[in-house]
């Protein structure tokens, strides 16, 4: 758990723990000659919630994915899957379980001498399913994905985003209790990405279904994934709800993993820090939760008499959490000033860090 930013997340944590776990992964680990691909994962996906994945290239994540649908055996642990260890189970008895697991793919992976509707009913012809109700379904999963008119179509006519929409048709075929995506929105245009997230999330609030997704787009997990994970060298490292692991990323990994979508001092302002105290000193104060929605400013200003400005930052929302990173300038060399307001800061559940000194005021 997060050292900071605590107070709502334990009772999210706790309402979570007693739903029924559709995947729990115990102690996974799986070696590649001298690769521990997977080295002790354990893991659980609870109904209904999407879980989000990331690590950098290498990581695992492939591997647990396929650790997940039968497709890799671990060499030792357990992979549960709505409480039965498919481990234990036979080629024979995996099919049907392989069944409750739909998956997208970057690639889309339709069959492009099929039609549209043929693609989606794929799973239910591979069931035995009478001819008439594949085709029932088929209408119905387009029309969930708003495709109804392309049922006739054949994949090569359709746009990335559609290929897409295709495919989660196709994934949603068998009423499968757990969707997989393995970098479903890798390949498609940020507009195209926005509008696919959606249509996941709605699904995922209209059918209940829980989603375990793997990317390396922070921006998909921040706008889909209610936790996410943080794996790396086959461990995890990190985990929690988004909005508390983005707010205050504990590993380093995580951070370089962040990188991009987190605030930063603006270039021109960051060129200009040095090390040693100078005019004034730049500090940067990440909040989230309560600090981001009280008067954590106006407070500073009683507590703390003196001038302090905010040069740069804000408060964004991940989950309907304020989530933000306040960049201050505190004017003057006065240590012991400096250090009360760090003190009051930090009694506020803030992370504080002093990046430098700017020699003339900002
Ligand atoms: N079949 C295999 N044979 C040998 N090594 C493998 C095999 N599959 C995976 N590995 C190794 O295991 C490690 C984890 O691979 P994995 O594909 O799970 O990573 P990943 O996190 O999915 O990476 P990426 O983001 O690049 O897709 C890597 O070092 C990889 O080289
Ligand atoms: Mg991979």
Redesign the pocket.
């Known amino acids: 758990m997060n050292q900071h930013f605590t107070s709502t997340v334990e009772t999210a944590e706790q309402a979570g723990a007693t739903q029924q776990d559709v995947v729990r992964l115990v102690e996974l680990k ?1 070696r ?2 001298v ?4 080295d002790g994962i354990s893991l659980t996906v609870r109904k209904g919630e999407i879980l989000g994945i990331i ?12 650790c997940l649908n039968g497709l ?1 055996r671990p060499d030792s642990g357990g992979v549960f899957i709505e409480g039965r260890e498919i481990g234990r189970l036979g080629e024979r008895d995996l099919q049907p379980l392989r069944r409750r697991i739909g998956m997208i793919f970057q690639h889309f992976n339709l069959l492009s001498a099929k039609t549209v509707e043929d693609n989606v009913a794929l799973p239910l012809k591979i069931e035995g399913r009478p001819k008439a109700e594949r085709l029932a379904r088929a209408a119905e999963l387009l029309d969930l994905v708003g495709l109804s008119e392309k049922a006739k179509a054949y994949p090569a006519l359709l746009s990335g985003g559609q290929k897409q929409r295709v495919g989660i048709a196709r994934a949603l075929a068998a009423r499968p209790a757990l969707l997989l995506s ?2 479903a929105t890798s390949a498609l245009d940020p507009e195209t990405t926005r509008s696919i997230l959606a249509l996941l999330k709605d699904i995922n609030r209209r059918l209940g279904l829980t989603i375990l997704l ?1 990317t ?1 787009e922070m921006e998909v997990i921040r706008s889909i994934a209610d936790r996410v994970a943080v ?1 790396d060298a ?1 461990r995890i490292v990190e985990e929690g709800p988004v909005w508390s692991v983005f707010a205050d990323p504990r590993s380093e990994i995580t951070r370089s993993l962040l990188g991009a979508i987190r605030p930063q001092l603006p270039a021109e302002l960051a060129a200009r820090l040095l090390p040693a105290a100078g005019a004034e000193t730049i500090l940067r104060v990440d909040v989230a939760g309560e600090a981001a929605s009280g008067p954590l400013l106006s407070d500073l200003a009683t507590a703390v008499p003196g001038a302090f400005r905010l040069v740069h930052g804000g408060i964004d929302h991940i989950q309907q959490q304020p989530v933000g990173t306040l960049f201050l300038s505190v004017p003057g060399s006065d240590a012991n000033r400096l250090a009360d307001i760090i003190t009051f800061l930090k009694a506020r559940q803030t992370r504080v860090e002093v990046l430098g000194h700017v020699a003339n005021p900002v």
């Open positions: 799986r590649f000659g690769t521990a691909a997977l690590g950098r290239s290498g990581a695992g994540k492939s591997t647990l994915i396929r890799e393995d970098e793997i390396h794996i086959g």
